[in-house]
């Protein structure tokens, strides 16, 4: 089934300790997303790519890296996770920049 | 700054219709979406609008007004498998999406 994939589902991870989110597509589509949803907060961007091999600072990418290697993977790395990095994090994609996007079944992080 | 603006709960009965407003102040646009969110779940699209009027699309009909900065998006018969959160989005002049925070949905028998 095509798709996004993320994992994990959920985490609890320790404060300082680094962290990676996976994802993968298989709908070939040339534009990934990363962004956080927290309660009362609209989703907010942390770091995009228009296509592989180039990256882009959303609304919130402090502490936050990514890499576009390739086509499928979009993989999302907190370096040393702070409590504050606590939410659902959703990966995305579409097809282009004027495309709309679909997302990935999100994974729950929790930062203690 | 860029801003959506949608109300945070609204409660419908069973069978009835509902209207959830969106209005944005963005840098440019660049086409505005509604998206459905059950608890626990990703968002999913609903409806996309980029010409002022009414798109119709079963039970549900979004309507763009681009000169109001406004939307709204119209759900008819309502199910209880409707009550979810109702997310509005307005791509700016640089395609990035804009996110509200949300409308709660909650349908009573």
């Known amino acids: 089934i095509a798709g996004i994939t993320q994992a994990p589902t959920s985490q609890i991870l320790a404060a300082g300790r680094r962290m990676t989110l996976r994802c993968t597509q298989d709908?070939?589509?040339?534009?990934m997303y990363w962004y956080r949803q927290d309660l009362g907060l609209g989703l907010r961007l942390i770091h995009y790519?228009?296509?592989?091999?180039?990256?882009g600072k959303g609304e919130v990418p402090d502490g936050y890296s990514v890499s576009r290697a390739n086509t499928d993977d979009f993989p999302l790395t907190l370096a040393s996770a702070v409590p504050s990095q606590t939410s659902v994090y959703f990966c995305?994609?579409?097809?282009?920049?004027?495309?709309?996007?679909?997302f990935g079944s999100g994974t729950r992080l929790t930062v203690v | 700054g860029q801003n959506i603006d949608q109300p945070t709960e609204m409660t419908a009965t069973e069978g009835a219709i509902v209207q959830i407003n969106c209005t944005y102040q963005?840098?440019?646009?660049?086409?505005l979406f509604w998206y459905q969110q059950h608890a626990g779940e990703a968002p999913t699209f609903l409806s996309y609008?980029?010409l002022d009027g009414l798109e119709e699309k079963g039970r549900f009909s979004s309507f763009l007004s681009r000169s109001k900065g406004y939307s709204y998006l119209l759900l008819k018969e309502l199910q209880m498998k409707d009550s979810a959160s109702y997310l509005c989005?307005?791509?700016?002049?640089?395609?990035?999406?804009?996110w509200g925070a949300g409308t709660k949905l909650i349908i009573k028998p």
């Open positions: 995305a994609s579409s097809d282009s920049t004027q495309g709309r996007i679909a």
């Open positions: 609008n980029v």
């Open positions: 963005t840098s440019g646009f660049n086409g």
């Open positions: 989005a307005v791509r700016d002049s640089n395609y990035q999406l804009i």
């Open positions: 709908m070939r589509h040339n534009a």
């Open positions: 790519s228009n296509t592989a091999g180039t990256t």
